[in-house]
């Protein structure tokens, strides 16, 4: 299994959904690759991966809030 991640501080809630797409679908489209076993995002992007992935079997584990630069208040 593999997992996609993307942690940029920039990420946009249509790069999130992208790659959840990529997870959902890489798989048929590559069928010599494991499957993808999860997405990882920074935390603020959590929800939208969850709602992308439900139904799938693809996880979206949450990161650390404060992961990778510390962007918390």
């Not at 959902?24 to 603020?44: E, F, N, Q, T, Y």
């Amino acid at each position: 299994m593999i997992d996609l991640t993307t942690l940029e501080g920039a990420d946009s809630p249509g790069k999130v959904r992208q790659l959840c797409g990529k997870a959902k679908h890489l798989h048929g489209m590559l069928p010599d690759i494991p499957h993808v076993a999860a997405v990882c995002v920074l935390s603020d992007a959590g929800a939208g991966a969850k709602e992308e992935l439900e139904g799938t079997g693809v996880k979206s584990p949450p990161s650390p809030p404060a992961f990778p630069a510390g962007n918390t208040p």
